[in-house]
């Protein structure tokens, strides 16, 4: 048995509910979720925006400890801390076997369906199936999960900063580093700093950039935005693409990541990257269009990039992650700018929908 957040209907409250729970199965653990982010993704699908079958537990960005192992799961023990990430690829297809774990067939069964790789959930009500989202429905206390979407961390780190390593820290922080490619000195532009976007700033920081200009509406956001790492400030509006031109010797940015989603901003994305740069597309929805695309992209020699989860190979990417933090170069703890209790998770998500902060935390 778990207590979870279930939800039933889009824009409808999130009901406190006590879900059956399976035991783990072959290759699968059990998680007691200690922390979980409320991610723009888990807003998306309560505000009926993003479609997904019901009922369904929430939650994708997680951290907690094992309490039980499957068959065949040598790599954790239980007491082992672990960030879940729903990025569990299968290790053996073409994109695995090239180094592109994120483009694994067998994680976007779980973004998708909601589901474990094999079709099924482990959480039931009164014998309905409920589904996990992303496979991992982290707006419960317990779960069970893929072994791989489990990897382990030191127990010196906060489980409330260890959440947000699960996906808006590595996406962010990937976008920059891994997608984007920045490079010592260059000129990178982050449309959009919410737990994503600062990330993004905290990547190019770390990658060495030296002009990094964070765009945001949110005045809060664009001062964290500093604290972690950005050497400038602008207030969105449809004059960024003059701005960014007279910080950068009017040639544009080398790297434009853009965060946000919309198509003005992804319009502006491709306006600020430099003739030869790169825009990074990380928020971008359905309907969202790169637009003329001989004059904005062909002309200039512009590269635009999608970027799925950072670009991350979790098992490599997680540990390192916690590597820099330890070493005082990645900043997690002050990403979490309000906590709650579990019973108050529907007033984490309406801070989340508010766009308050950078990241509420759910503490259990």
């Known amino acids: 048995m778990t207590r979870a957040a279930l939800f039933e209907q889009a824009g409808a409250p999130l009901r406190l509910a006590d879900l059956d729970i399976a035991d783990p199965g072959p290759g699968e653990v059990a998680v007691d979720v200690k922390a979980t982010g409320v991610c723009h993704s888990d807003v998306g699908v309560f505000s009926g925006k993003l ?23 040598d ?8 960030v879940l990430s729903w990025l569990a690829s299968c290790g053996t297809c073409y994109y695995c076997q090239r180094a592109e774990q994120h483009l694994c067939g067998r994680p976007r069964t779980m973004l998708g369906a909601h589901i474990l790789p094999d079709g099924s959930t482990r959480m039931s009500l009164d014998g309905t199936p409920v589904r996990q989202f992303c496979g991992l429905g982290t707006f419960s206390q317990r779960t069970v ?27 962010g922080f990937g976008a920059a580093v891994k997608t984007g490619g920045v490079r010592v000195g260059d000129a990178v532009a982050v449309i959009g700093c919410g737990g994503v976007g600062l ?13 990094i200009i964070a765009i945001d ?5 664009l001062a964290l935005a500093t604290e972690l790492g950005a050497t400038h400030t602008l207030t969105a509006g449809p004059d960024v693409v003059k701005k960014v031109q007279q910080l950068t010797g009017r040639r544009g940015a080398d790297v434009v990541i853009e965060v946000a989603g919309r198509q003005e901003t992804v319009d502006q994305a491709v306006a600020l990257a430099r003739r030869g740069g790169t825009a990074v597309l ?17 002309m200039s020699g512009k590269t635009v990039k999608g970027c799925l989860y950072g670009s991350a190979h979790v ?5 390192q992650l916690v590597e820099l933090y330890q ?24 801070y989340c929908a508010d766009e308050n902060g950078a990241r509420a935390v759910v503490l259990s």
Do not use: M, W, Y
């Open 51 to 73: 479609p997904a079958p019901l009922p369904l537990v929430l939650g994708h960005e997680g951290a907690g400890v094992v309490t039980a192992v499957g068959d065949g799961v």
């Open 75 to 82: 790599e954790l023990s239980v007491g082992d801390h672990v």
């Open 145 to 171: 999960v893929p072994a791989g979407a489990a990897i382990r961390i030191s127990d010196r780190v906060p489980i409330a900063s260890a959440a947000l390593l699960g996906c808006g820290v590595l996406t």
């Open 199 to 211: 990330n993004a700033v905290q990547g190019a920081r770390i990658a060495g950039a030296t002009t």
């Open 217 to 221: 509406v949110h005045t809060d956001r």
């Open 282 to 298: 990380v928020g971008a929805g359905p309907g969202v269009a790169v637009s003329e695309v001989f004059n904005n992209v062909v």
């Open 315 to 319: 098992k490599r990417d997680i540990p």
């Open 327 to 350: 070493r005082g170069a990645l900043l997690l703890d002050q990403l979490v700018t309000e906590t709650f209790d579990f019973g108050d998770i529907g007033k984490a998500v309406e």
